[in-house]
């Protein structure tokens, strides 16, 4: 394991993760929270709340020459988090893709039993960010050689997975998956799989750790280097 990927793992443990998963969606309906001023929260604020114009299951579509990227890498606030402060990214929305449910919510996601993985969709500028840095910084902010899992979170809405749009994703994906079990010397458990429905989660997921301060899920993003994975 290489020594970014040991920082992450290192820090899912205890309170870390409990910040996200201790809430609950009666708790949490807050969908004014208030933004905090943090130097990485200003940063994040320019990045748009709605990719692809996502809703329930219905087709995405990027604006204007922008493009789409899917990936599920265990809790999705954090993995929400770190792709909103990748120079490049224009909007994220988080929400449930990959399972055989129609209109899944987060209670019924978190009984393991609809088969949906916590996914956040990027939209994204190429000519500013290339969808290989972007799945790049995929493999570097959680831990790919675990199964059905992020640290102490276990179930299949916690598995690594890419959704792709296209064959030219799934090769760059697949290249990539290739090169991090090389880098790590261990088998990566990243599914890489064309892109299914996509439900948009509820709102007081969206853009949690932004409006929170909480940047605690899954783990501590290594928000500053973000901008130069």
Not at 23 to 39: C, M
Not at 113 to 134: C, I, M, N, R
Not at 157 to 169: A, D, H, K
Request: aromatic share 8%; with cysteine.
């Amino acid at each position: 394991m290489n020594s970014k990927v040991a920082v992450a793992c290192a820090l899912f443990s205890g309170a870390a993760v409990f910040a996200c998963h201790g809430a609950t969606s009666s708790a949490s309906n807050d969908s004014t929270a208030t933004v905090t001023t943090s130097g990485s929260a200003q940063a994040a604020q320019k990045v748009g709340g709605l990719a692809g114009h996502a809703g329930a299951g219905t087709a995405l579509k990027a604006d204007g020459s922008n493009q789409l990227a899917e990936l599920a890498a265990g809790c999705f606030w954090g993995v929400e988090d770190a792709y909103r402060h990748v120079p490049g990214v224009v909007a994220t929305t988080v929400g449930y893709e990959g399972g055989h449910t129609q209109n899944p919510d987060y209670d019924d996601v978190c009984t393991h039993t609809t088969g949906h993985a916590e996914t956040v969709l990027v939209e994204f500028d190429p000519a500013k960010v290339s969808y290989q840095k972007l799945v790049q910084v995929f493999f570097e902010i959680h831990d790919p050689t675990q199964m059905n899992r992020q640290g102490p979170d276990v179930g299949t809405n916690y598995r690594s997975v890419i959704f792709t749009f296209s064959p030219e994703q799934q090769k760059t994906a697949e290249a990539e998956k290739m090169a991090t079990a090389s880098r790590l010397g261990k088998r990566v458990a990243t599914e890489i799989i064309p892109q299914q429905p996509f439900w948009k989660a509820e709102q007081y997921h969206q853009q949690y750790s932004e409006r929170t301060g909480d940047h605690s899920c899954p783990v501590d993003l290594k928000l500053s280097k973000m901008q130069t994975l």
